[in-house]
């Protein structure tokens, strides 16, 4: 796996961590590996790209991995304890293998 994080974008994550948008997107690459994106948005409604991550699969570890270990390490727990509203495009396997970590890290959400 691999995890790109651009330090401006940390930057504004940190001052505007309520909103976070994930998405996975596939065959966009010649390995055909999932590529996960996680954006924030600002107040001024400007979506910007906190990580991308090229998964080796759609395993549930992957995403565990991703929001129990990197996230917290880019932005810090306590401001993932922050967010309070995560928009996805609706896929079942990836909310599926999210709900678990969303609980546990994003703990101001109703889940």
């Known amino acids: 796996m691999v ?6 974008s940390i930057r504004r994550f940190r001052k505007y961590p309520e909103i976070v948008h994930v998405d996975t997107t596939f065959n966009t690459n010649k390995e055909s590996r999932p590529f996960l994106m996680i954006c924030g948005k600002d107040a001024d409604a400007i979506i910007f790209v906190l990580l991308r991550i090229y998964l080796c699969n759609e395993c549930a570890w992957q995403f565990c991995w991703c929001f129990s270990h990197v996230l ?4 810090g727990k306590e401001t993932c304890q922050r967010v309070c509203f995560i ?3 609706g896929d079942w396997i990836e909310d599926t293998h999210m709900d678990y970590e969303i609980e546990r890290w994003f703990q101001k959400l109703n889940v």
Not at 3 to 8: K, L, N, S, Y
Request: glycine letters at 0%.
């Open 72 to 75: 917290p390490l880019v932005v």
């Open 87 to 89: 928009i996805t495009h």
């Open 3 to 8: 995890a790109a994080r651009p330090r401006q």
